[in-house]
């Protein structure tokens, strides 16, 4: 590893990027990233100590989970817009029960309607009461 890639790292670091994204744009190996950001702990901030999404500085507590957004909002928006990473492991197609569209649902969930509009028009009549 360069000097130059040694500066870039702990730059990026500082700026709240990933090892693996730090890692891609250097085209270094992961595990060669993260040992070298573990040794120069004092020149960059911990893993996730930025927001996801807007970059803002989080405070951890100890013996607690690290936190990866500052606010329920950001981390909204952050999945909203990263769709694509998300576990897809048990997706399945089903059919809406009440306006027969299709739409998919993950994991163990029995879910029988596509949204909660469709669910209460089902339950309790078009008007939302019984």
């Known amino acids: 590893m360069t000097d130059r890639q040694k500066r870039d790292i702990l730059a990026m670091r500082d700026r709240g990027q990933t090892y693996a994204a730090i890692a891609g744009k250097l085209g270094l190996p992961l595990n060669t990233v993260k040992s070298y950001c573990q040794r120069s702990k004092g020149n960059h901030p911990a893993e996730g100590s930025f927001c996801r999404n807007c970059g803002e500085p989080l405070a951890h507590s100890a013996k ?7 606010c329920n909002h950001c981390r909204n928006a952050w999945w909203n817009d990263h769709r694509d990473q998300l576990n897809h492991r048990d997706a399945r197609t089903q059919m809406c029960l009440y306006c027969g569209c299709d739409f998919e649902t993950f994991g163990k969930r029995r879910q029988k309607y596509c949204c909660h509009a469709c669910y209460i028009a089902d339950r309790y009549g078009e008007g939302g009461k019984k």
């Open 64 to 70: 607690v989970r690290q936190k990866s957004f500052c």
